[in-house]
């Protein structure tokens, strides 16, 4: 039996050819690939693509990936109906973990986990989860559902569903860069509990499900709702350095920052920057980027020491008001992007699978004797 690490601090428990982490240096490779050359060059299909295969797809290869995921843009029959008859206050993350399981009773063969069956389910969720959340969210707004048009990427068509107007190049490049910069990214909880899902044996649905339910945390994916409640509780630019320091003073975490494994900038967060920074001129909304990067240097002179700096989630707040996402599909967006993570690691652990069972330290009574309810 290895020594106890709380949280699994350190420990090793998979091996992957999907994505590197140096956290000293801050760096995150896909297959091999810096992060900022895919942000800048590729598109989330490409980069799906590449974490499943193991390489960048030849261009008829992407063509026919691509071609693939927008025959499942569309639910399959009964899921609109089991969709819309949902309450329309749902929170959004309950609303993708429901909706995801429920794919599985549409599928004649949801317990398939041989590798085909495995990538075929894959794209079908990769396809539908998009759809899933702008149809709920048209839904719950009281507004017609928009079809999703197949001639767009999974980035654009989603914003044009959600939004019932085709993006403009600069949002449909930014989304697209964001679900890039969330694919993938090694052991994370959400990531361990699919893997663990389905080390049982178990099938695609359960694993995603599962490591939606994990993504959902505050600590986890939720951490990018809790930016954008921070940055519209700071009342100005100047008032940021106290609001910070009043809070690290109560030993409050600031959402957005800190990471188990980076100890250094977290290299999606410096793409996210750029990004933000360059949305929010363009949107009248540079106040919010003028308070984030005042929290950051507060942050920097009060906790870098640590290790502590802003993560994926710090920048990608504003990020995505700029988009025009309302604040609680920030987390789900990270979902769409995730399932291509999370898919591509449970093919991997079914390549050469073993059942997770760790072990427990017990720390209660032995001999203990059973005393009869009266002389209780
Ligand atoms: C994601 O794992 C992944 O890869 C996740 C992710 C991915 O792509 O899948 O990168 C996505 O989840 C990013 C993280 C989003 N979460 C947040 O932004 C929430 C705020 N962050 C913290 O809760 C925290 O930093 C964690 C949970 C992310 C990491 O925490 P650890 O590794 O368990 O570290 P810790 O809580 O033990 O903190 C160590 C010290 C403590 O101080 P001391 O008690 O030693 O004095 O650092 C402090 C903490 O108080 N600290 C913070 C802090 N994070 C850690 N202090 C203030 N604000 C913070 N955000």
Known sequence: M????KGLEGVVAAETKMSFIDGEKGVLEYVGIPIGDLAKNSTFEETVFL??????????????FTAEIRKHYELPAGMEQRLLALPRDAKPMHMIRTMVSALSMHDQNPDANDAPSLRERAI????????LLAYFHRY???M????????????????????????????????DVCLVLHADHGLNNSTFSARSVISTQSDMYSAITAAIGSLKGPLHGGANEGVMVMLNEIPSVEAAEKYVLDKLSRK????????????SYDPRATHLKVLAKQLASDTGNMALYEKSTAIEKTMETAVAAKGIYPNVDFYSATTYHCIGLP????TPVFVIARVGGWAGHVIEQMGDNRLYRPDVLYKGPHN??????AQR
């Open 140 to 142: 719950r707004s009281g």
């Open 327 to 330: 604040l609680d599909l920030f």
């Open 368 to 373: 203990a004797p059973y005393v009869p309810m």
């Open 51 to 64: 974490l499943w295969n193991g390489r960048l797809p030849k261009a008829a290869e992407l063509a026919a």
């Open 144 to 175: 017609p559902l928009v079809r999703p048009d197949t001639s767009l990427s999974i980035a654009e068509n989603f914003l044009y569903m959600l939004n019932a107007a085709r993006p403009t190049a600069t949002m449909a490049k930014a989304m």
């Open 252 to 263: 409050d975490k600031i959402m957005g920052f800190g990471h188990r494994i980076y100890k």
């Open 2 to 5: 290895t020594a106890y690490s």
């Open 124 to 131: 079908s969720i990769l396809g539908r989860v998009p759809t």
